[in-house]
């Protein structure tokens, strides 16, 4: 088991029964592992457009008055890049990396329904296409905000509105295709001897979200249809002249919104759940509490959404019950993080570029956290409301959370994806300098909001000028450093030290009892899981 | 092997149509419950009858009015008072003016809005403007009625009311609306 083909004719043999060739490979295929390939490099391509989209955002902020972007253009940016990032760069990464790994995790053969599977994935090009193309309308792209809320969305949007919500149409469809395939998968083809508390956190974490995706993506389908509809049929569901109500758009949106977001940090938990174990070299601490940690997350993202909207009048015992409840989710979300910290107590820890990641993503998640609940206390959300202290708390939660999971989990399965181990030294190059462009980007973010700066603004008051700056540099510092990133994902995929199947001295789990890299085809006979 | 998978898929399949259902059940649901609450300051559209209850002299409370066109609406449209003190439980009448500045007919419709929002359940319109639209040929003004009282079992907490209106254009709303603009929840 842990010996690695090296014979070339028993590779070629083995490419004999492989993917067919060129670009028909990729279009056609049904395979768990090209598709998740797809999926991360689409992801990857997305994360550098909606990035540069940032860049464009930290020229213009880097110093006070208008100097490089018209308002409305700038506007554009905020917007788009938001959407790209959501849609296109955490989600579908996420999807990409179920979709190699459930199946090796579960020990199946592939993906439940293989054909939908490459429709999933297709769609995905021409929704982001259609997004970018009104871009380049007449009067510009969708400028609104991601959160699109009406009567921006409605009455005060141009025409490219319209692409914007059958390019959000494509992705929700995208993404409920995606998440019923997960489903059925791990309901279907686990391995005998697999219960359900016998799966991987990943695959547990992927579960929950992908019941999220199915509850909330078509709510999204709906509010953008009712804005579509406002704006170009004569309904009037945010309309008041109409008989209708701005203010319902957001809590329909927000009913979506923040189940979202858990959507894009619960496969991250599993992630990390995934690397601190074999890093430390013990098992999970509490791996029954994780589960239920991690439900009871996915439960209570449904009963929350109104904290979003704290400042729009809403009774008194309403702020209340949404202030409480989400200062609940705290508290399983603080059961994950002294189960990793327990998990690593007296472990042999090593440092290698997994485990960096995953490090960091719990303190700067934590972070994160936190400033999540100072936002949650109603009284004080009043002042942090719309200002550049909601921005440093998302971006912690996003960037140092979802994206450095992400990363974390690239670094750690690329091994048995390429067959190649990746270069270290490069590797820890781009987590330190991540690490340290990313706090000088989003901390001060956490000053000037309070200091009073409001975020989606192309021009600020002169005394935020310093930080400003600084958050630019921090910025252009961060966005160069994903370059390392690609640089070494290239130099992996070429070659480097042969990976053994186990990969990492204290890894666990069926996807490490297969060569590296991955066959083809793998665990076409079912593993037998004690 | 597809047909192990099909119930799961099917079931499924009806729990992502359920869902979509779902965020258009919201809407009405939403009227609901505004109108239980009085969130976000929507006033019944009912005539309220007159008050049974004596009014309270011992307590004031302060109404304000506003009113504005809507941004494409080009009429005239302000309260002839803008404040009035008075005690719950009466009964107050005042006026407001309705100015067509176009050289043609147009229709128009209020809507009011109180706030704060919990207020909006206490604040009870016996007469008004509002509950049907107003039709003015060019250049005509008008001068319309709104006859109100407070319920003086509003909570001590409120020693102000703002109630707002808006002046939209009805011809401008597409033919679709009437429905929901008649319908019996929304105002």
Sequence with gaps: ????????????????????????????????????????????????????????????????????????????????????????????????????????????????????????????????????????????????????????STTYSNDSTALFVFSVHIMGISSIMGAINVIVTIMNLRAPGMTYMKMPLFVWTWFITAYLLIAVMPVLAGVVTMVLTDKYFGTSFFDAAGGGDPVLFQHIFWFFGHPEVYIMILPAFGIISSIVPTFARKPLFGYASMVYATSSIALLSFLVWAHHMFTTGMPVAAELFFMYCTMLIAVPTGVKVFNWVATMWRGAMTFEVPMMFSLAFIVLFTIGGFSGLMLAITPADFQYHDTY????????????????????????????????????????????CSLISVNVLFFPMHFVGLAGMPRRIPDYALQFADFNALISIGGFAFGLSQLLFVALVVKCIKGGEKATDQVWEGAEGLEWTIPSPAPYHSFTTPPEVK | MALKHQPVVIKLCLLTAAMFGFGYALVPLYDVFCDLTGLNGKTSTMAATAAAAIPDKQREVLVEFIARPNNNMPWVFEPVVHKLRVHPGEIHRIDYLAHNI????????????????????????????????????????????????????????FSTITLSYTLYEVDAVAPVTAETATGDNNE
Aim: glycine share 8%; with cysteine.
């Design chain 2, 102 to 157: 176009t050289g043609r007919s147009m229709t128009a419709q209020a809507v009011p809005s109180v706030s704060p929002g919990q207020a909006a359940l206490y604040f009870n319109k016996m007469e008004c403007f509002c509950f049907t639209q107003q039709h003015l040929t060019a250049g005509q003004q008008l001068l319309m009625p709104l006859q109100f009282y407070v319920d003086p079992a509003l909570p001590e907490q």
């Design chain 1, 389 to 432: 202290f909601v921005v440093a708390h998302f971006h912690y939660v996003l960037v140092t959370g979802a994206i450095f999971s992400i990363m974390a989990a690239a670094y750690y399965w690329l091994p048995k994806w390429t067959g190649h181990m990746y270069d270290e030294t490069l590797g820890q190059w781009h987590f330190w």
């Design chain 1, 1 to 152: 088991m842990s010996t690695v083909t090296t014979d070339p004719h028993a590779h070629a043999e083995h490419e004999h029964h492989g993917p067919a060739k060129g670009l028909k490979r990729w279009l056609y295929t049904t395979n768990h592992k090209d598709i998740g390939t797809l999926y991360l490099l689409f992801s990857l391509l997305m994360f550098f457009i909606g990035g540069a989209m940032a860049m464009v955002i930290r020229a213009e902020l880097f110093q006070p008055g208008l100097q490089i972007v018209e308002p409305n253009f700038f506007n554009q940016m905020t917007t788009v890049h938001g959407l790209i990032m959501v849609f296109g760069a955490v989600m579908p990464a996420f999807t990409g990396l179920a979709n190699w790994l459930i199946p090796m995790m579960i020990g199946a053969p592939d993906m439940a329904l293989p054909r939908m599977n490459n429709w999933s994935f297709w769609i995905l090009p021409f929704a982001f296409s259609i997004l970018l193309a009104s871009l380049f309308m007449e009067g510009g792209g969708p400028s609104f905000g991601w959160t699109f809320y009406a009567p921006l």
